[in-house]
């Protein structure tokens, strides 16, 4: 999935690629029962403001729960469709929605989790993304650390692991208590 460079510049759309659990939805961990799907605090209005902004919602997200058999495939996407559900009732929708189901230890290593760029590159190219003015959210270090190789900012929220994370950020990263106060500070650099 490697790209040339160069081949996301132009009047191409800026994306924000979103981790899921932790970020926008309560953390719970190897989530399968769509029922447990509640969304943060603000999450929704940032969602919002986001799509209002013009920005393409990408939700990428590490789901090794699948590889290490604690659920399936199915019963990712039933989680997936009670999230869309929940934010079409508000009139969000995800442009792009990616994950990755693999686990080092049981499946080797692959393209696709994070903070490999695989995901990444894949929804870009589907929906012609400028990656080098996109921004990359979520709770752990390993969900803006895309933002090195891709271009682009990242931001560490404190929701879900973020307070632990925060520690081992490099300082070039942004901080925010949840992607309420992320999607104000993105809106506001993009002006």
């Known amino acids: 999935m490697a790209q040339s460079e160069g081949a996301f510049s132009g009047h191409l759309r800026p994306a924000v690629f979103l981790d899921r659990d932790g970020t926008i939805i309560r953390e719970a961990d190897y989530l399968a029962d769509p029922q447990g799907v509640v969304l943060i605090p603000g999450a929704?209005?940032?969602?919002?403001?986001?799509?209002?902004?013009?920005?393409?919602?990408?939700?990428?997200?590490?789901?090794?729960?699948?590889?290490?058999?604690?659920?399936?495939?199915?019963?990712?996407?039933?989680?997936?469709?009670?999230?869309?559900?929940?934010?079409?009732?508000?009139?969000?929708?995800?442009?792009?929605?990616?994950?990755?189901?693999?686990?080092?230890?049981?499946?080797?290593?692959?393209?696709c989790r994070k903070p490999a760029t695989g995901m990444h590159r894949d929804a870009a190219l589907a929906l012609s993304l400028d990656l080098t003015h996109s921004w990359f959210v979520g709770d752990r270090v390993r969900d803006v650390l895309p933002a090195l190789e891709l271009g682009g900012e990242g931001i560490l929220v404190r929701t879900g692991y973020g307070s632990e994370e925060e520690k081992i950020l490099p300082r070039s990263f942004h901080v925010a208590d949840d992607l309420l106060e992320a999607a104000h500070h993105i809106l506001a650099r993009n002006r």
């Open 44 to 111: 929704m209005e940032a969602l919002e403001l986001l799509q209002g902004g013009g920005f393409a919602l990408v939700l990428v997200t590490n789901q090794s729960g699948i590889a290490r058999g604690f659920f399936d495939e199915d019963e990712y996407r039933a989680v997936a469709r009670r999230l869309d559900e929940i934010l079409a009732s508000r009139g969000v929708s995800l442009d792009a929605s990616r994950f990755c189901p693999h686990h080092p230890s049981i499946s080797g290593d692959c393209s």
